[in-house]
T-cell receptor
Framework: GQNIDQPTEMTATEGAIVQINCTYQTSGFNGLFWYQQHAGEAPTFLSYNVLDGLEEKGRFSSFLSRSKGYSYLLLKELQMKDSASYLCAVRDSNYQLIWGAGTKLIIKP | IAGITQAPTSQILAAGRRMTLRCTQDMRHNAMYWYRQDLGLGLRLIHYSNTAGTTGKGEVPDGYSVSRANTDDFPLTLASAVPSQTSVYFC??????????????FGPGTRLTVL
């Protein structure tokens, strides 16, 4: 079966750094996506990795290791508005997205 | 309008009733998708359409049907609603299914409660 694993919830402090991990087992791999979803809102695209390594975009970075079936999203200089759920999704051999259940990130002052 | 719109925003429906959720995009995207999101679960694909005139079944298609008569619209119909279809429904679109930059963009969602 196909499986995406993420921690259910994490807590971090404003101004700090947090790393959200995602491990996957899928039938094929054609890229990994991270989305942000604020409560009651739609998911919005954050990042895309298809090759191993780190992709940096402002305060957010995403890392991929295909051999380990592993990715992480790194958020720096945390702000209160970063409180949201972060969704990891893998595009499988059929080019369908398989989604993790999401990690709820709570930012404390 | 810009992006993807969904209607209604929310709906309470009696079991056994027929319901159509509407989705319209103005980005001229070829591919469109319907997902449901339930607490503790990842987004699950119901149906998809890679291009106007074609549709396909996703992970959880039973009880749902779709049509894609044109590029912009992708309605989702529940023929006879059941309480297990209580969920938040998201429509999404992408420029080209399976392409190297096949990023999906989501509508605001429809919160459906079936009693």
């Amino acid at each position: 079966g196909q499986n995406i694993d993420q921690p259910t919830e994490m807590t971090a402090t404003e101004g700090a750094i947090v790393q959200i991990n995602c491990t996957y087992q899928t039938s094929g791999f054609n890229g990994l996506f991270w989305y942000q979803q604020h409560a009651g809102e739609a998911p919005t695209f954050l990042s895309y990795n298809v090759l191993d390594g780190l992709e940096e975009k402002g305060r957010f970075s995403s890392f991929l290791s295909r051999s380990k079936g592993y990715s992480y999203l790194l958020l720096k200089e945390l702000q209160m508005k970063d409180s949201a759920s972060y969704l990891c999704a893998v595009r499988d051999s059929n080019y369908q997205l398989i989604w993790g259940a999401g990690t709820k990130l709570i930012i404390k002052p | 309008i810009a992006g993807i719109t969904q209607a209604p925003t929310s709906q309470i429906l009696a079991a056994g009733r027929r319901m159509t959720l509407r989705c319209t995009q103005d980005m001229r995207h070829n591919a469109m998708y319907w997902y449901r999101q339930d607490l503790g679960l990842g987004l699950r694909l119901i149906h998809y359409s890679n291009t106007a005139g074609t549709t396909g079944k996703g992970e959880v298609p039973d009880g749902y049907s779709v049509s894609r008569a044109n590029t912009d619209d992708f309605p989702l119909t529940l023929a006879s609603a059941v309480p297990s279809q209580t969920s938040v429904y998201f429509c999404a679109s992408s420029a080209e299914a399976g392409g190297p930059t096949d990023t999906q963009y989501f509508g605001p969602g429809t919160r459906l409660t079936v009693l």
